[in-house]
Structure formats: C-alpha cells, structure tokens
C-alpha cells in the first residue's frame, strides 16, 4: 500500500526539478521541456488524489492538463523555430529585442 | 513490502533521476530521451494508481506527439553551437534560493498535513457508480459533467494549430 504522501513528494520533487530547469537553463528547449516535467508533477498529484479519494475527476482535469500541454508545445516550438530562423540561436540570454 | 512499493519506488528513482538527466544533459537529444524515461515512468506510476486510461493517453500524447515534436524542431534547427557554448546562466543562486523556498514549503504542508491526508483505503470506482472499466468511468465523467470543458479544450487545440502554422510559416511576398 502506497501511501499518497509518496506520490506527493515525487511529484514535489519533480516539479522543483522542473523550476530550477527553467531558472539555470539557457536553451530554450531544454525550458520547454522543464515546464512539460512540471505539468507532469501537477498529473501525478491529481491522479493521487482522484484515485485515492475514489472520484474520476482528478483524472479528467488530467486530461485537460495533457491537452494544454500539448498546445503549449505546439505554440513553443512554433515561436522556437520562428525565433531561429530570425536570429540562429537557441540562447535565451540573446533574445532581448524587447528588453529596454 | 508489497509489489505495489517496489514499482513505485523504481518508477519514481527512475523518473526523479531521468528528470535530472534532462536538465544537466550538454546535448538537447540527450534530454529529449531523458524526457522519454521521465514520461515513461510517470505513465507507470498512473498505472500503479489504477489510471489505465491516463497512462495510455500519456504515453501516446506525450511520447508519442509532444516529444516525437521535441525531436522533429531539435532535428530543424542545428544543435552544434550550442552543445559547445555555456549552458547555464548566472542566475543559480536566485535559482537555489528559489528552490530551497518551494522544496521547504511543500516538505511543510506536507509535513502540517499528514494527519489530514490519512485517506480511507481506496475503494475501487468502478464499484462506486456500476460501470465497468477506467476508460468507460473517464468517458463518462469527461462527456457528462465536464462536457463544455471538453469543449473549451477543443477550442483551445483550434486556436493552438493556427497559430503554430502561422508563427513558423514562410513569410509570402503578399504581406
């Protein structure tokens, strides 16, 4: 028997690995893919709680959390393969056009 | 300890050590891999936690779409330069700080909370309602109650296919 603390603290964890990714990386795919981990954590921690407390709707919130993340990805990595083709970087310490 | 922990305890080190690999690894292909481990675990664990359907639907939307596109935009652009210029930025202290801050602050309510999240065991939903099966429970649940969720979703995919094929599209003569 699992207990649902495990299931917390693995999807802690996850989700701090995923913030330190965005704070310390600067390729921006890696980024995306850090936020993808963090939308993971947030899946296990609702999967946990519908499958522990015995209502389905954790997982459907799950499947619209699975749907964001995929739009986010698509949208991303359109805005990554535009960024390259004006700039040819993926560096985001060189994207500063609207920094002032 | 039952088979149940065993699993756990495997697919949790594997997917906490592959996530680690995706945000130390030099090369962006080594990630994208490491990311394929991570989501295969975590679709172990929902298996775990009697989420058939989820774990299917992770495996082929995440797996098999959002990192088979990962792969698709690493392979367009070219990855030489910057498997060879520095990799991380100068804000690793406000990073450390910052994670020191959210890992204290779940470890608390975590902690606060144990008497509060002592759950009755588990009862299988399936019993709850009289339906049979995770996939036909989720189909249920998803096109009953939370039908213009649904709906909002499918909007929300909509608007995300124009605009991706609008912001990496040939910029025409025309415009």
Known sequence: ?100 | MSVELVLFYLFAVLAVLSAIFVITAKNVVHSAVALAVTLLSVAGIFLILHAEFLAGVQVIVYVGGILVLFVFVIMLISIEKAVHERQYNRQWVIALITALLLIGELGLVLWRGKDSLVLAEPRPVESVLGLTGNSQLVGETLYGNYLLPFEIASILLLVAIVGSVALAKKKTSTE
Do not use: C, P
Request: proline share 0%.
């Open chain 1, 1 to 100: 028997m699992v207990s649902i603390q495990h299931y917390l603290m693995l999807g802690a964890a996850l989700f701090t690995i995923g913030v330190v990714g965005v704070l310390t990386r600067r390729n921006i795919l890696v980024i995306l893919m850090s936020i993808e981990l963090m939308m993971n954590a947030v899946n296990i921690n609702l999967i946990a709680f519908s499958s522990r407390l015995g209502q389905v709707a954790g997982q459907v919130f799950a499947i619209f959390v699975i749907t964001v993340a995929a739009a986010e990805a698509a949208v991303g990595l359109g805005i990554v393969i535009a960024m390259f083709k004006n700039k040819e970087t993926m560096n985001i310490n060189e994207i500063d056009i609207m920094k002032w």
